[in-house]
């Protein structure tokens, strides 16, 4: 994202991204013209859960209230809807990766269209910032995607209406914590 909000433009696929960094990051990266494009690929992956690790590391070192947030989804799709039958993307019925998450039809509740790709869901806390995010596929309903994101919490969430289940409510009252819905 550029800091206006707006995507960079053509950076959606790795060929793209990675000429993107050749082009603007080379002094940085002195042999990075010589890799191949699926080995910056497959290294950036490789990355990511250092990226998480460091994350959290930051997420600790950041003032925000532990004990209160909001808890809400968000469509992600990963290609036109009118391609989507012949999109490989995030499709791993053919394949034997189990690592990763798989895209689905779903439906945009605030575009009132279904959409191929996957739902992103985000745990909030006062400020603003963003403590636990996770993807899930695009036809996973919000209640069950709720005990992996209220995992270890303490306090108060809120979620909409999509995160209202009387079972996940007990078992978070025995864990001290409630989710309340709008």
């Known amino acids: 994202m550029h800091g206006s909000g707006r995507r960079l433009p053509g950076l959606e696929q790795d060929q793209a991204i990675y000429e993107h960094f050749v082009r603007h990051y080379s002094h940085f990266?002195?042999?990075?013209?010589?890799?191949?494009?699926?080995?910056?690929?497959?290294?950036?992956?490789?990355?990511?859960?250092?990226?998480?690790?460091?994350?959290?590391?930051?997420?600790?070192?950041?003032?925000h209230r532990r004990d209160f947030g909001l808890m809400d989804s968000l469509p992600l799709p990963v290609c036109r809807f009118a391609r989507a039958t012949f999109c490989r993307r995030f499709r791993y019925e053919d394949t034997q990766d189990t690592q990763g998450v798989r895209a689905t039809y779903g439906y945009d509740h605030v575009a009132r269209q279904t959409f191929w790709g996957l739902r992103l869901h985000l745990h909030v806390a006062w400020p603003g910032l963003?403590?636990?995010?996770t993807l899930a596929p695009a036809c996973a309903a919000d209640v069950a995607v709720a005990p992996q994101m209220l995992h270890g919490q303490e306090g108060i969430v809120i979620g909409d209406r999509n995160y209202h289940s009387p079972q996940l409510q007990q078992h978070n009252c025995d864990k001290r914590s409630l989710l309340s819905n709008y």
Do not use: G
């Open 29 to 63: 990266f002195p042999t990075l013209p010589q890799v191949h494009r699926t080995t910056f690929t497959r290294q950036a992956t490789n990355l990511s859960h250092f990226k998480a690790r460091l994350w959290q590391h930051w997420l600790a070192d950041t003032p």
């Open 130 to 133: 963003i403590t636990r995010l």
